[in-house]
């Protein structure tokens, strides 16, 4: 899953490093720092991040590679499939 | 005019984007949004997709991330030919073309250049050739730097203590290297955030180890019979034994390839108008070439109207934007690149970040917080307005700094109840360098002409 945090936007409140932590992550008290090319299993930790995220900075991409790559695919249909996320 | 010719051009006219990166990459998907379904080229000198290069000098240096791993998120499908790892060589303007390094033309309708800037090499090519020499900017490059700094080197010397010069030296130590930062300012990040700021960010590198040398320059580089990087001897005397050298001196744009196109293209990027419409050399907007990220610059109405060249992650996306919605308009439905500059940086576990244009400054105040804390924001002055911010690990506070900014409210600010720490009392003198006395490029150049500006010379065409 590719994945870009816009971090003008940021401002630090951290959701994703508690929702997805094994892709997020705080660097000091603010700074963000995150795995651009999560694995595929992260996926549902990350999407909670992507929605949890109070500035919507984070956007998503997720590849038909990752879809092979999924174990359930069944789980895709009502997560909005392929570029869920924001701006 | 409304001749259905702008309809034509969206159903079937032929686009080529110069430059596959950040900006690039998303004009492209703008273009696709606003039903562009003519064709679509995108050139790049680099063999890869369109990657990010911010986490190059942070998540990459630190073993965090892999540089290879990159790869921009998509927003959409672009359908496009990509000719990937030939750059561009050339334009011919009367005839749309554009001249490909392996001799392929590409003919356009409406070309979007945006191929960005590269990294300032060593100016004596055979030493910035040696082993253990490194640039930062490209993923080849984040990758090579991370393989020298994961081998253990005894020694790391960072040329230039700008945003980048700074993280790498940031990543060195939280790897627990030893490492010497030379800079040819007073200070660390000077030539970005002036001298009170500068100051700051002296402390942080002398606190966490980093053995800064500010006001010398290195003149040479010394290699061992094998053609590895040995030592480094700098303006003071001294010599720095050293394994890895990283030459972090700011960044040239990549405009040679206009030369003698005919477009208002040169060392200090594209001129074009608020509507990210490229100028040609007579100063004569064009109809059908934009320029958008790092190469562009452009005039900015809440900057006195300055040229404005801003390396900066976010303006590449809003300029893409922009100039992507502009070439698919009338020209009443244009829209102005207005965005205020904004930048981040993440060093020493510090979280930086600034709007407006902290160079354009001519004092500063610590609004709220401590220097001496390093949480604070501060605000720059010029003329009696506030014209930028900064804050360190103090980002929550920027965006109502910033829509200060925008609607150009007073310098000193008269909001005297949000903090009344004793940094906060009264401006201070910005202090900001000469521009050309740091190793380190600003991020944001101010790139209009001057009368007092003595750095360009007017070279007339053959």
């Known amino acids: 899953m590719r994945l870009v945090v816009d971090l003008n936007r940021c401002q630090g409140y951290a959701q994703c490093a508690f929702l997805a932590p094994d892709v997020f992550a705080m ?23 992507v929605a949890a995220c109070p500035v919507q ?31 | 005019m409304r001749d259905g010719s702008l309809e034509h051009l969206k159903r079937e006219g032929r686009i080529v984007v110069v430059g596959a990166s950040l ?20 050139i790049g000198d680099e063999p890869y997709e369109p990657y990010d290069r911010p986490p190059l000098s942070k998540q990459v240096l630190l073993g965090n991330a892999v ?83 994961a081998a253990g080197p005894r020694r790391v010397l960072v040329i230039g203590a700008g945003f980048t010069g700074s993280e790498i030296a940031s990543a060195c130590r939280e790897r627990g290297l030893d490492v010497t930062v030379a800079e040819r300012g007073e200070a660390p ?72 196109s005919g477009l208002g293209a040169g060392p200090r990027g594209i001129a074009c108008d608020a509507g990210c419409r490229a100028f040609d050399v007579r100063g004569i ?34 300029q893409a934007d922009t100039a992507a919605h502009n070439m698919l308009s009338e020209s009443t439905d244009r829209r102005p690149h207005l965005w205020v500059p904004a930048f981040w940086s993440s060093q020493f576990g510090v979280n930086i970040k600034s709007v407006g244009v902290p160079p354009m400054g001519t004092e500063i105040m ?58 906060g009392i009264k401006p201070l003198p910005a202090d900001f360098p000469d521009p050309s006395v740091p190793t380190h490029g600003p991020t944001i150049t101010l790139s209009g002409y001057s009368p007092a500006d003595r750095k360009m010379t007017f070279t007339p065409g053959r």
């Open chain 2, 366 to 423: 610590i609004t709220q917080g401590s220097l001496a804390e390093r949480r604070f924001a501060a605000v720059y002055g010029y003329q009696g307005r506030m014209i930028a911010a900064v804050t360190f690990d103090n980002c929550r506070w920027l965006p109502f700094y910033e829509q200060q900014i925008e609607s150009t409210a007073p310098f000193p600010p008269p909001f005297s109840t949000v903090d009344r720490r004793s940094d």
């Open chain 2, 23 to 42: 900006a690039g990459l998303r004009a492209a998907e703008t273009m696709r949004e606003k039903g562009f379904a003519g064709s679509l080229t995108m």
């Open chain 1, 27 to 49: 660097h000091g008290d603010e700074s963000l720092l995150y795995n651009p090319n999560a694995d595929p299993e992260q996926r549902e930790d990350v999407l909670r991040a």
């Open chain 2, 285 to 318: 907007v064009t109809d059908d070439i934009y320029v958008a990220g790092d190469v562009a610059r452009s005039p900015h109405a809440l900057f006195g109207y300055q040229f404005l060249s801003l390396e900066h992650w976010g303006n590449a996306v809003a």
């Open chain 2, 189 to 260: 990040l000077v030539g970005a955030l002036g001298g009170v700021i500068g100051e700051v960010a002296a402390g942080m590198h002398r606190e966490n180890g980093v053995d800064l040398r500010t006001g010398v320059m290195v003149t040479s580089l010394e290699s061992d019979p094998s053609g590895r990087v040995r030592a480094a001897h700098l303006s003071d005397g001294s010599t720095v034994e050293a394994e890895v050298v990283v030459v972090s001196l700011g960044a040239q744009r990549n405009t040679e390839w206009l030369a003698g």
């Open chain 1, 57 to 87: 900075a984070i956007l998503l991409e997720i590849t038909d590679e990752d879809m092979a790559k999924m174990a359930a695919p069944q789980a895709v249909a009502g997560a909005g499939s392929a570029s869920g996320g924001a701006r």
């Open chain 2, 67 to 149: 540089a290879d791993h990159t790869a921009l998120p998509r927003r959409r499908a672009i359908d496009a030919d990509w000719r990937l790892g030939v750059p561009a060589t050339g334009l011919d303007m009367a005839a749309r073309r554009v001249r490909l390094g392996n001799g392929d033309e590409v003919e356009y309708d409406r070309l979007l250049i945006a191929t960005g800037v590269r990294a300032r090499p060593w100016p004596n090519a055979e030493e910035g050739a040696l082993q253990g020499v490194f640039v930062l900017r490209t993923r080849d490059d984040g990758e090579g730097l991370q393989r020298a700094l």
